[in-house]
């Protein structure tokens, strides 16, 4: 650290990176962004290197990375960052597989350095207020709609589409990240059905069933062919009435009554997300939740597969 500022570097400098880690990073006084890897992508003013080992060798005085390219590439990249002491945050989904992330849950506890497997959608102003609002009141069952359009959100995001990308569960697990955060016991899948075009290896639309122990239902679906607009909702039906969560977490009804919430910045998950990184670091800590991963795991497991006709994006 240099001023007592942690000195961060960027690995995949592409949509996500622009729209909310820069801004955000700019914000936070405890990062200083040194260094980028990126193939095809730089920042202005920023040192930058084509790929994370000559970066590494290069900028010795690094303390943290963050690991923003598609999820089936990160896996090589935070085991070299945590063997080199470095403090390595996870853009979502956390990896590919639950099995690599578990390993490198491992490798971070050794090192004694944090690992942090982020869930932006968990810091959307309506969810804490979501968790106050259930707090006493019982869960009957939660109906979970996760709808947009593929060819507005992800326009040429190949690697989303490939096995790995996880297709429509790249947006759905932002979903089930809220949901996990707020269910009082974890849930588990019973069934499911996934719907792949027949030119693609990911899906594009899914229907899944969880329960918990204590018989919770969730009924949930996920599609990529919306047209209009976009559905990110939650609803939860207790005996109290319904809290619904709408836009992704960016609003709040409880009994059909609109919660007034903080105003969030446009980039205020990201903002929570390093202000949370700044935190864990202090605090010698990782944080890594892995039940949004391991729920679409389960759903590849067990599901269903249906063919489709080829999807042309
Ligand atoms: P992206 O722009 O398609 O990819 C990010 C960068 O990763 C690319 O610009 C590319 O940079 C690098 N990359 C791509 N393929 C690679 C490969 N095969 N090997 C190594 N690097 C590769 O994707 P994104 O939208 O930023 O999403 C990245 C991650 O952020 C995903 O996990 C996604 O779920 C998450 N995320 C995205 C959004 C969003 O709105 N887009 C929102 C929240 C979270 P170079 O070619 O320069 O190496």
Same mark, same amino acid.
């Given at each position: ?89 996870? #853009? %979502?989904?956390?990896? @590919? ?5 578990? /390993?490198? &849950?491992? =490798? *971070?506890? !050794?090192?004694? +350095? ?13 969810? #804490? %207020?979501?968790?106050? @609002? ?5 869960? /009957?069952? &939660?109906? =979970? *709609?996760? !709808?947009?359009? +593929? ?26 990240s809220i949901l996990t955060r707020l269910l009082p016991e974890p849930a588990f899948v019973t069934q499911a059905t996934l719907s792949f075009p027949e030119n693609k290896a990911a ?111």
């Amino acid at each position: 650290m240099n001023n007592n500022k942690i000195n961060l570097a960027i690995v995949g400098v592409g949509k996500i990176v622009r729209d909310q880690h820069l801004p955000s990073i700019e914000k936070n006084t405890n990062f200083q962004l040194i260094a980028t890897a990126s193939r095809n992508a730089s920042v202005e003013g920023v040192a930058s290197y084509k790929d994370i080992e000559s970066m590494l060798d290069a900028v010795p005085e690094l303390d943290a990375i963050a690991l923003c390219m598609p999820p089936q590439y990160r896996y090589d990249a935070a085991k070299l960052a945590l063997e080199r002491g470095l403090h390595v945050l996870l #853009e %979502k989904p956390p990896g @590919a597989t639950v099995s690599e992330v578990e /390993q490198l &849950v491992e =490798l *971070a506890d !050794k090192q004694s +350095v944090s690992l942090y497997a982020t869930w932006h959608s968990r810091h959307g102003a309506a969810v #804490e %207020k979501a968790k106050a @609002a259930l707090s006493n009141r019982t869960i /009957q069952s &939660v109906t =979970l *709609a996760w !709808k947009e359009d +593929v060819r507005k959100w992800h326009p040429g995001q190949d690697w989303i589409w490939q096995a790995g990308g996880l297709g429509v569960f790249d947006p759905g697990i932002n979903g089930l990240s809220i949901l996990t955060r707020l269910l009082p016991e974890p849930a588990f899948v019973t069934q499911a059905t996934l719907s792949f075009p027949e030119n693609k290896a990911a899906p594009i639309a899914a229907d899944i069933s969880l329960t918990t122990a204590n018989g919770i239902t969730v009924e949930s679906q996920y599609d990529w062919r919306q047209e209009g607009d976009e559905v990110w909702d939650i609803s939860f039906v207790t005996e109290k009435g319904d809290v619904e969560i709408t836009h992704g977490g960016g609003a709040l009804r409880v009994d059909g009554v609109a919660v007034e919430l903080p105003k969030h910045s446009e980039h205020g998950e990201y903002e929570a997300i390093y202000a949370r990184f700044a935190e864990i670091i202090s605090q010698g800590q990782s944080d890594v939740d892995l039940q949004p991963l391991k729920l679409v795991a389960d759903a590849f497991l067990l599901g269903d597969r249906k063919v489709l006709e080829p999807f042309l994006d």
